[in-house]
C-alpha cells in the first residue's frame, strides 16, 4: 500500500479523490499496489463531506509523515505551490501537479530536485488536461528531431470561438454566455488574454526541445479582438479562427508565440470544437502526430493527475528520465518570424491600388456578408515588415495571422 | 554506448537504420547514452550499401554476442521472428518489434518472458504505426475504465475509402491505382478483408483490459464490398465510411469487431483520411481522447520502434510493467451486440410496407443520385436478430453498420 496526499480540495482535488475512489480496483492494479490517500490538505472545512476524516489544515502533517510517499498538489498559482512541492520533493516524496503556473516557473528547478532525491516530479495535467502529452512527448516521441508543436491548448477560448462560428454572435455575447455556465471565470483575463495558453506552450515546448522556454518570451495576443465578421471571411474560405500556441522550428531556428490564427480545413485542429483541445506535433520522421480529448475539467485533469500517482508508484525509488534544463532554451526573435496576414481595412475597391503598394502582392477576399471594407491575405513577411507597413495604412481594422 | 541489432533490413528495418543514423545526436540524448548498431540481418547481401560491413546471414552471430543488449525485429510474420524474439529474451537482451502477427498471436508469453528476464518486449509500432497508443495504453491512460477503443487502423482501406469518398470511383479501380501507387499490396487480402486491422485491435484490447484477446474470436469483415454508391448514400447524410476495428463495453459485456462503418462527420474519426490512422479511446473519466498519425510507412514505423528502442535503454535491467495476461479476455457473442444498420435492397416505394414488416421502424434515406432501389437505417437490434430478418429478405444489396 502507498500513501498519497493531497494538497487543495478544489475542483481538481475533488476530482482525484473521486477518481481514487470510483476506480481504485483499475488503478491499483495499474499501480502494481493499492494507492490509499491519507491526508487531504485544504484550509476550507467540508462538513458532511467523507474527505472530513482525513482532512487538515497544516501542510506539516504530511510533510513530517514519513508514511506519505506522493504528494497531489492542485492548489493552482506559484504560492505557497512552489514551497510546499520543494519541501516534499526535498523530503524524498514524489509530486504530481496539474499546476502550470508552477511547472511553467519552477519546472526544470524541481525536476533537479526531484531527480538529487531519486523522486519524481510529474505534471502530466498542467498542459492538455486530460490528453496524454507531456508523457507522450517525455518517452514515445524520443525517436524524432521535433520540429514543431501548435495546440488548441485553451478550452474557455475555443468554446468562445467555436459558438462564435457556429452563432454567427459577437465576441461579448459569448463570453458573457460561457460566464453564465461557468466555462469561462469571472474574471476571463488568464483565458482570453491567451496567458493560459502561454504557460502551456512554453511546458510543453521546453519538454520537446530539452531547455528552458521562459513563458514571459513568448510573444501572446488573446482573442477579445476576433469579431462576427472574421468568422464570415473565414468560412467564405473554408477556414476557421483558433487561439494556437506554436513553437516551430524554421531553418534551425526556433519560433514561439501564442496567437489567433486562421486554419483551413484541411488542418487537423480544424474540427476540434468546444472545449476540447489538440495538440500537433510534427517529427522529422513520424511526421504529423495529433493529440485530442478534454483540455480542462474536473475528472478529466484529475484523470491525468491520477495517471501520474500511478507512474509515480510504480517508479518509486528512480527518477524518470526527464530532459527539461535550467539553461534558456535558444529562441528567434519573433520579429523575424515569417507569416502571412489576414488585414480588414475600411474602404472601397478604390484602396486596392493602395493597399498594393505598401502590402506588396495580395490576394483580396471577398464575402458577401461585409460590405463597407476590403479584406486581404499578404503574401509571406517577417512580422516586423508586416508591422512597418501595418502602421503606414492608417485604415486597418483588424489583423489575423493565416496558417495556409 | 549500448550495442543493438536489427533483424531484417527490409522497409522497416532500412527505416530504423536511417532513423538511427539521421537522429543519433538526439535520440542519444534521450536514450541517456550512445546507441550503436553493431549488426543488422537478413539472408539477402546489398551491394554499395554501407549496412554491407555489419551485415550477418546468421542470427545466432548476434544471439551469442553478449554485447547486444537490444534487438529490433522488423522481419514481419510468425516464424522465424517468434524463434528469434524468443531466444534473445531468454538470452538477457530486450527486443523492439513493429510486427503485429507476432505479437497478436504471442504477445502474454513473450511479456512473460521478458519479465522474467528482467528485460523488455515492447512494440509501439505493431498497432498505430507511428502514433503512440500502445505506451499511452500501458503507462498514460492508468486511471481510468477504459470502456471504448475504435480505430482506423490500417492506412490501405483508409487510403482506398477515401479515394473512392473523393473521387467516386468504384473499390476495384481504386484499389488497382493504390497498387500501381505501392499502397496496397499485389496481395492485399491482409489489408482490405480487415486482417491487419483486426490484429492490431486484438493486441490494443489486451493492452487496454489486461487479458488476452486472441485475434481469431474477432467478428472480422473488410471493404470489398463496398460501392460508389454506398458513398452517394453516405453523403446524403453528412456521413462517410470507414473500416473500423471497435472494442466496447456494453452494460459489463465486451465486444469487439473489425467492420467497415457509416461515421458521421460530428466523429473525430471522420476526417482521418489517406494513409492516416486514428484511434478513440473512450474512458470513465478522461472521456474521449484521440490519437492521430501515420499509420504504416517506413519512417514513421521506425520513428516508433526505435522509441522503443530508447525505453529499452532507458529501462536496462528493469521490466516495464505491462498488464496483459495470457488468460482469456472475457468477451460477449458478436451475436448479441447491437448495432444500427444501413440497408440497400432493390425495387421501388412498392416494398416499404414489406421492409417495415420485416425490420421495424426503419428512416429511409434518399439520395437523388442513386435510383431503382431502396434504403434505411434500423433501430437497434442485435446482430442475431438483424441477420435472421435479412435472410428472410431476399432484395438485400449491401449493408454497412452505422454509427449513429
Chains 1, 2 share one sequence.
Not at 241 to 254: H, S
Request: hydrophobic letters at 40%; glycine letters at 10%.
Amino acid at each position: 500500500m502507498v500513501n498519497i496526499a493531497v494538497l487543495g480540495y478544489g475542483t481538481v482535488g475533488s476530482g482525484v479523490v473521486e477518481v481514487i475512489n470510483t476506480n481504485h480496483e483499475i488503478v491499483n492494479k495499474r499501480a502494481g499496489q493499492e494507492i490509499h490517500i491519507k491526508y487531504v490538505l485544504d484550509l476550507r472545512d467540508f462538513p458532511g463531506d467523507p474527505v472530513t476524516e482525513i482532512l487538515t489544515h497544516d501542510f506539516n502533517d504530511i510533510l513530517t509523515d514519513d508514511d506519505v510517499k506522493v504528494v497531489v498538489e492542485v492548489m493552482g498559482g506559484v504560492e505557497p505551490a512552489y514551497t510546499f512541492v520543494k519541501k516534499c520533493l526535498l523530503a524524498g516524496k514524489s509530486v504530481a501537479t496539474s499546476n502550470k503556473e508552477l511547472v511553467a516557473a519552477h519546472g526544470p528547478e524541481l525536476l533537479s530536485i526531484a531527480k538529487e532525491n531519486a523522486v519524481n516530479f510529474l505534471f502530466e495535467a498542467s498542459a492538455g488536461g486530460g490528453i496524454p502529452i507531456v508523457r507522450p512527448l517525455n518517452s514515445s516521441i524520443t525517436a524524432d528531431d521535433i520540429t514543431g508543436i501548435t495546440g488548441i491548448l485553451n478550452g474557455t477560448t475555443n468554446y468562445i470561438l467555436t459558438k462564435m462560428s457556429n452563432e454567427g454572435a459577437d465576441y461579448d455575447t459569448v463570453l458573457k454566455q460561457a460566464q453564465e455556465l461557468g466555462y469561462a471565470e469571472r474574471n476571463p483575463e488568464a483565458d482570453v488574454e491567451g496567458g493560459d495558453a502561454c504557460r502551456k506552450i512554453a511546458i510543453l515546448t521546453s519538454i520537446a526541445f530539452g531547455k528552458h522556454l521562459d513563458y514571459a518570451r513568448i510573444h501572446t495576443e488573446g482573442i477579445t479582438k476576433i469579431t462576427a465578421e472574421d468568422f464570415k471571411y473565414a468560412k467564405s474560405m473554408n477556414a476557421t479562427i483558433k487561439l494556437l500556441g506554436t513553437t516551430k522550428n524554421v531553418g534551425g531556428t526556433l519560433y514561439s508565440f501564442v496567437a489567433p490564427m486562421m486554419l483551413p480545413n484541411t488542418n487537423p485542429l480544424y474540427g476540434i470544437d468546444d472545449v476540447f483541445n489538440g495538440i500537433l506535433v510534427h517529427g522529422n520522421v513520424v511526421d504529423d502526430i495529433m493529440f485530442y480529448g478534454r483540455g480542462a475539467g474536473k475528472l478529466p485533469t484529475a484523470s491525468a493527475v491520477v495517471s501520474d500517482v500511478v507512474d509515480a508508484v510504480k517508479h518509486m525509488g528512480t527518477n524518470i528520465m526527464t530532459i527539461w534544463d535550467d539553461e534558456a532554451l535558444e529562441m528567434g526573435d519573433f520579429a523575424d518570424l515569417t507569416n502571412r496576414f489576414f488585414v480588414r481595412v475600411s474602404g472601397g475597391s478604390e484602396m486596392k491600388e493602395k493597399i498594393e503598394e505598401i502590402f506588396g502582392k495580395v490576394q483580396f477576399i471577398t464575402t458577401h456578408e461585409v460590405a463597407g471594407e476590403l479584406a486581404f491575405i499578404t503574401e509571406n513577411m517577417t512580422e516586423a515588415a508586416f508591422d512597418t507597413k501595418k502602421k503606414e495604412f492608417e485604415y486597418v481594422i483588424n489583423v489575423i495571422r493565416v496558417a495556409f
